[in-house]
Structures are given as structure tokens and as C-alpha cells.
Nanobody, 127 residues
Framework: QVQLVESGGGSVQAGGSLRLSCAAS????????LGWFRQAPGKEREAVAR???????SYADSAAGRFTISQDNAKKNLYLQMNSLKPEDTAVYYC?????????????????????WGQGIQVTVSS
């Protein structure tokens, strides 16, 4: 059973930085995808950054160059370093895992493929 628990959210002014963490337990040794998603009020949940078990990363256009997804060597924690934050980054951020599919290339952006989700954590960026 996979469990994902996010931490590190909060409030920051525009231009600031935050680092989100996701404590992951029960992940398979290989062939999985991890992702950070976000959902703003009144909007659909969207993929922000994804990381495949072989190390391939991918980013939404809105996050590229500002956000970095990473995993520690023990593969127990997933991180999202967010720099140059903007008010439009305000959302609830979720950590998710796809442990079923074996993707060639990058991890998917479609939320339906992810079978485990964290509880979400609020990030608020003020102008």
C-alpha cells in the first residue's frame, strides 16, 4: 500500500520560494511515476511536474525554469522546489503516484493514471 504525505506549504510573497516535500512509503522498486499536481479554486487539477523512476523529469510550461522536481537517493521523499513564485501559483498542491503503468518516455499528465494521492497542501502567493 502506497502512502503519500505532503508538507512544506504555506504563504509567501511573489518572487519568493517554497519547497514542498512528499513522504512516500510503499513505492515499488522501479517502474513508477511520481507527480506534483495543483488545483486552484474553480479550476481543474493540473500536472505541474513529473518524475519517472528512471529519473526522467517533465514540467508544465508554467513551471519550467522555476520549479524543480527531485527525489532523494533512498526514494523515500519527493520534492518540489518552487522559485520565483507568482500569485497564479496559488493552489492546493498534491503529490501522486502511478504504480500500475510502465511508461516509455515521460510520465503522464492525465490525473486518471495516478492511483495514489496525498491529501494536498495549500500554497498561497501574495502580490
Amino acid at each position: 500500500q502506497v502512502q503519500l504525505v505532503e508538507s512544506g506549504g504555506g504563504s509567501v510573497q511573489a518572487g519568493g520560494s517554497l519547497r514542498l516535500s512528499c513522504a512516500a512509503s510503499g513505492l515499488p522498486y522501479s517502474r513508477y511515476c511520481l507527480g506534483w499536481f495543483r488545483q486552484a479554486p474553480g479550476k481543474e487539477r493540473e500536472a505541474v511536474a513529473r518524475l519517472k523512476s528512471d529519473g526522467i523529469t517533465s514540467y508544465a510550461d508554467s513551471a519550467a525554469g522555476r520549479f524543480t522536481i527531485s527525489q532523494d537517493n533512498a526514494k523515500k521523499n519527493l520534492y518540489l522546489q518552487m522559485n520565483s513564485l507568482k500569485p497564479e501559483d496559488t493552489a492546493v498542491y498534491y503529490c501522486a503516484a502511478d504504480t500500475v503503468n510502465n511508461w516509455i518516455g515521460v510520465c503522464p499528465v492525465v490525473t486518471d493514471y495516478y492511483d495514489y494521492w496525498g491529501q494536498g497542501i495549500q500554497v498561497t502567493v501574495s502580490s
